[in-house]
Structure formats: C-alpha cells, structure tokens
C-alpha cells in the first residue's frame, strides 16, 4: 500500500521546502507591492535582525529533530548577554568565553537529566527557562543593573561587518552550513534522526541514545548563549528584559520550517527559510504602515496553524498515497 | 554439526526475575557455529527475556554467559552488537522516517573526505546489500513507504551486514508474504554455511521444521528440552511446549473450530446481517462485495496485500472509500465513520494489537470497558458497578489470565492481550464481529482458545468474517470462504470446496491470469 513515488516525492519536496517557497513568493509580492521593500538597506535589515533568532533556532532543529523540545533557550539568551557585556570589563576573551561556559553548562546540565533520568525535556527546560531567567536577575541586581560593553573589539563583533552585512549574518551563515553537514552528513546527525524516529527502536540498532541527546542540548545551550554573546555586542550592553518568550517564536519558525514536532524529520534549510519567513512578514507589515506590530504576531501565529495543517495533510498523503 | 564443535555463545544457568515473576530460572543453552537453532514456547515461558538477556537489554541476575569460550557481560544492546550478535525483532526496529539506505546503514556509514559521510558511496553500497536479498527499490525513499515484508528485509540485511557471530530472529515471518518466506529461508541457510549460529524463534511449526535443525523448548522459565528438531515428533513438540501429556495433545489439546455447523446454515430468505457492495480504494480495493449472514464465519483469503485488511477497516469505517456502500440489517451505514460502525453493532478486532488495539498502561478493565463505556454510562457518567459486572464476566468467559482486573494489559503475555481486546468488542454486544488475525503471534494453547471461542460466539447468531494467513485457521474456522486478490473477490468456495488446496487454486488461477 505504497503511494506512486511521484506524489510521494511532490508532497515530500512541499514538507521539506515548503516554507523556502512561500517565503520566495512573499519576497516577490513585496517587491512589487512596496517600493522601499526591495532595497538592499532592508534586506540587510531583515537578516541583521533574523540571524540572532536563526543561530537559536540551529539548536532548536536538533532539538526538536530528536524528539524533544528545549523552553530555556530564551533565558539563556539573555543570560548570555548579560554575562558577556558583564565579562567585557576583562577584555575580548572573557566576554566570549564566560557566556558560552555558563550557558554550555547548563545546556549540559538539561541533557543528563534528560537522557539519564528520562524526565521530559519540557519539564527539565521549563526548570531552566525559570531557573536561569532568576541567575541573570540576581548577578544583574534583579535586572535594575545594565552592564555596558567595554571592549571596543568585542563590540565590532556585534557591529562591524562587510558588504552592508554585520558579523553576526555571517557567523549565522557559517553556523548553519556547518550544522547542514553535522546533520546530514555525519554519524551524530543520523543518530539525532533515529533517536527522534523511534528511540526504542534506535537503542536496539546500537545508536548512543543518551549521549545523542546530551549532546544536542549541549549545542541548544551553547547557541543560545551565543545569540545572547552578540545580540550583547550589538547593542553594546547587556539589556536584561529580552528573551521573554523567545523560545516559543523559534519554535514557531523551526516547525514553520517543516521539521515535525513529534521529532524524526526536518531540516536547517527549512528551519532558516522559518526564520526569514517570519523576518520577511514582520518587514511587511512594517511596509503597510498603519498596522501595529501586534499584527505581526496574529499573521505569525496562523500561517503557524496552516503549516501544522498542511504538515498533516502531505504526512496522511505520504502514507495513504 | 557434531558436539564437539565449541559453542559460539552459551547461557549457563542463567536467571532472571522480575517484580513477582521469575521470568528465566537456571536456563542453559548452546548455540553452534553453523546451526539453526530454533527456540520455542508458549507466551510467557521466557523466550524474550532469554533473547534480551543474549543482546545486553537485561543484565542475568544468575549465570554467565560464555562467548567464544570467554564470560562476558553486555551491558548494553550496542555492546552485544559490537561484539557480533545481530537481532531482528517482531516489530521491525527501524526508523521509519529515515531513508532506506540511512537505516541500513545506520553506525557504519561509508566516510569520505574530512569524517563525513560518503552518500553516493552510501546509497550504492545499500543498493548492493539489498540486491543479495532479491528486494529491488529506490533505496533514498523514507523507509515507511515501503511495504512490511519488504523493511522486514531490510532489517534482516541490516542484522547480518554487521559482521554478525550470532543472529537472533523473533518472529521474522510474521508479516511476509510466501515469496519472501522463501528468499528468507534461502538467506537463512546460506548464513547457516557460512558458519554463523542463528537462533530462530517462532510459532509457525511449518517454517521450524524447514529451516532448524536443532530445538530448544522453554516452559516456565526453564529448559523444556533440547535436541534434533528432526527426530522430535510435531505433536511431542506441542506437547513440550504446552507441558501436557502427549495423549491429552492427541485427545483435545488442540481444538479448533468445529465443523458441524458446515452446511447446516440456512441462508435463504433472511436478510446479511452485514453486506458490503463495491468498496472501492484506489489502489487498494477494486469493488468488494461481501454478506455475512447471522451466525456464519466468513473467512477471507488470500496473500499479503490482497486487501482482506483493509475490507474489514472499509467495513467499519476506518478506511476512506472512493466508492461503495455497507449495510447492516438491511440499514445503509454512513462511510467513513468507526462511530456509526461500532454503534450498529459492527465490530473490528484489528490486525495490529500494539498499535490500533490495546493501551499498553491502561488497566485490564479499562481495556475491557473502552469502547463498552457509551453503553455503561448515564449522562456521561461512568457506572463503576456495571462495569465491574462486565469485566467480570468476559474475564472469567475468555478466561484471562491476569493478576486482577486491575492489572495493567502490558504485562500480560500476547495471548492474553488478543482476548482482553475480544472482550471489549464483545462487551458492546456487537451483530458482527470482524476478526483480522485474531490468533497471530499468540501461543498455541490460547489460540484454540481464541479459535473455540470464535466458534461459540458463531453459534450464538454472532456474524464473523475471519481473515488469517493460517490458511489450515481459514479452512477449520469458516462456513465459507471469499478469495481476495489485488483487492478484489476472485473466487467464493463453500460447503465441500473449502479446502487449502482450493484456496491456493483460487488464488494462483487468478495469478497466472494477471502475470500473462
């Protein structure tokens, strides 16, 4: 009972690439609807503001790929940043690598209690979105103390660049080619598919399930915090009210992107053509003018609906056929 | 093959308990280079536990086992695997989502340049694998879209292309058709040849006696008895596994469905209690017509695939049709809804226990009073009483052996189970009762339970359209038989016409028809 390989191959093209298509037509619509759309000033714009969400969505996709699900990404984002414009005061190298470590950790932390004691990742993250949300207010005197970033060399990261693009564009960039190859072509990354696609079944093939998902949200800890590391450069200080409910908009463009929440399937390129998509709506409507940004969520919110819609249409029509 | 061959892997009195249960008690057990070693027993005698404990998922708490003359202890499954023991489970263990050759190759895939993989070396080697096996396909698609018999294949290649000592089948033939049985046993012997020891478990005597040539049985947790397969008679077999005598096997150990109601149905004048006309499916189903008269057991036959399966969801409704209609009592049903089904007293015990069946935590009541619970309820609210009463009652009818009604249904044997899922059918006191493979996987003592119950049930004026792969189950169990092929009846036998040789006739007319 297998379908004909063409409708199967269609519907499996619209599940992977299905966001990448609909962002290339909204990039067309815009272009031709709004002349100050398709101006290289707010291409640059989109994808300045895009990478910071796009580095965490990177983890996000393993993550989810896995079977899992990672809530503290926002706090460690914002944790990150703060320890890195506090860490700035000591020069270049402390303000990279004191974020990175702390949120490292507790990533590394999230996954053995995740894949040693069975616990579910959502409880385990939702302790560490709280847990970690309360770590920055108390080093950063319940958020009252805004560390401003000393270092000018560590704030060229967040805000030099080249070609009108800033470095954090192509960090993104770099990070999401290499994380194409860790996922489809190397052991871990096939390991992260079969633990999300039957982990029982994955632990009989002789696949390291737990070291497989401790690494994963190793890697979700670790982007998030540097996310957090040069949105801080950016913005030449450790701005202490962000990340409030960040996790839940990666989520959003991560799924929106085609990677199937249950786990097992799914892509970076999908995850980053959710990421644009959801960059490219906002600049929309900041095009339209008279709508407010709450707008933009309301517009995120449903095509996130339609794409779990569409998601199990062409699952039932990969099946059925 | 003589004793004095080392034994590539031994259990020597190993034991093992579970919370209330001594699941393995002092079993010993050698494996040789080169044989086929077939292991049986009833549900629940340990033959699982035993494979687990062999592929490092449970850790004996007495005995060792020794592995090309060493002890050792596996701690985990990929510790087993590393060393040389292969399983291919029941239920194919792979990755469904995940490609063909990514499954296959899965832990040792080709590396090019830098550590990463090498897909074209990948897929092509995949290819190459999957040819030694006779199966031919695109080995990119997603490994679900793949028929059954087919990833079966594709785990068993992926057992043995790992350098495999020792390879352990559970069941390896519970979702083939014939054709792949065969390519199956022809894989089977040559890696018999080839000196690898291969632990063959199953209920299906046929395929023992075919391929094994040595028998391990395992009653209660213990060796039974172990020896030739050859030279141990087929009822003595039956007799070992159930721990009866082998007078009691020959007298009526073995019951199955009676034959006195052949020819005594008297069908003219009333009205199926349930008529199907032209289900339609594109490929699937092409214009199935079926009746079942009150008190009859249609059987449907026919290879893998033919479409019995889904002419019982078409039925019930769980199955989109195209086309076509279904009428209880004379009622047209509305299509598409299990709802409407189940509430016309249209029933479905379907073919998948695991995963369209049971709810593995659920307590042996709830089970039972699932689908009851519209008939036991007053306003919404649940009668505890009443159910009590007719849990009760279907635990002590299907004799169900469990702890206490509270038990949850996983930890009964697969026997066991089939009957906790009967009796919620049962318990919604249904017209009709569609049974796919009520008797697969289950051990031989329950399944004449199963069969004779089907057979009482019958009596009582229950409609049953049976589907089995057991064509001796279908010929024993049915009044009248239906033979399906590429979705379509192509031929009804009844009365004397129901024998295997006629249903294969049937089925193989039909076959050199379309193949010419």
Known sequence: MTGSPG????????????????????????????????????????????????????????????????LSVGSLFVFGGVLAAYGSQYGLFVALVLPLAA???????????????????????????LGVRGLMLAISNEGATTYLVKDSAFARLGQGGVFGLTWPVYITALLAVAAMVLLQRTAFGQNVYAVGGNEPGAALMGVPVARTKVYVYLMSGLLAGLAGVLNAARLSSGVTILGIGLELDVIAAVVIGGTLLTGGAGGITGTIAGVLLLGVIQSLINQVGNLTSAFQQVVSGLFLALVVVAQRLLGRAQRLG | MSQSVAPVLEARQISKRFPGVVALDGVSIALLPGEVHALVGENGAGKSTLIKVFTGVHRPDGGELIYNGSPVAFGTPLDAQRAGISTIYQEVNLVPMMSVARNLMLGREPRGRLGVIDTARM?????????????????????????MGV??????????????????????????????????????????????????VSHRLDELYEVCDRVTVLRDGRVAHTGPLAEL?????????????????????????????????????AAPAVRAEGLTRRQVLRGV?????????VGLGGLLGAGRSETAKGIVGALPLDAGRVLVGGLPLRTGSTTAAIRAGVSLLPEDRKAEGIIPALSVRENIALAALPSLSRAGVVSDAKIDKVVEVFMRRLRIKAASPHQPVQELSGG????????????????????????????????????????????????????????EELVEGADRILVLREGAVVGELSGDDVTEDKIMASIAERGAESDG
């Open chain 2, 416 to 471: 066991n189970q089939q009957k906790v899922l009967l009796a919620r059918w049962l318990a919604i006191r249904p017209k009709i009762l569609l049974l796919d493979e009520p008797t697969r996987g289950i051990d031989v003592g329950a399944k004449a339970e199963v069969q004779a119950l089907v057979d009482e049930l019958a009596e009582e004026g229950l409609g049953v359209l049976l589907i089995s792969s057991d064509l």
């Open chain 1, 7 to 70: 409708r199967e191959q269609v519907s499996r093209v619209l599940q992977q690439h299905g966001a990448l298509m609909v962002l290339a037509a909204l990039v067309v619509v815009g272009s031709v609807a709004f002349d100050s759309f398709a101006t290289a000033g707010n291409a640059a714009s989109v994808l300045v503001s895009s990478s910071f969400t796009a580095i965490i969505a990177i983890g996000m996709t393993f993550v989810i790929i896995s079977g899992g699900i990672d």
């Open chain 1, 103 to 129: 949120c490292g950790l507790v990533g590394l932390l999230q996954g053995l209690l995740i894949a040693r004691t069975g616990m579910a990742p959502f409880i385990v993250t939702l302790a560490g979105l």
């Open chain 2, 289 to 297: 017509d079926v009746a079942v008269w009150p008190g009859e057991v």
């Open chain 2, 233 to 269: 008679e087929r009822l003595k077999l039956i007799a070992l596994m159930l721990g009866r005598d082998l007078d009691e096997v020959r007298t009526g150990g073995l019951t199955r469905f009676s034959r006195d109601r052949r020819h005594a149905r008297e069908r003219d004048g």
């Open chain 2, 123 to 147: 897929y092509g080697e995949a290819e190459r694998i999957l040819a030694g096996y006779g199966v031919v396909t695109d080995v990119r698609r997603p490994l679900r879209t793949l028929g």
């Open chain 2, 151 to 200: 990833q079966q294949m594709v785990a068993l290649a992926r057992a043995v292309a790992i350098d495999a000592r020792v390879v352990i089948m559970d069941e390896p033939t519970s979702s083939l058709e014939p054709r792949e049985v065969e390519t199956l046993f022809s894989v089977i012997r040559k890696l018999r040849d080839d000196g690898i020891a291969v632990v063959y």
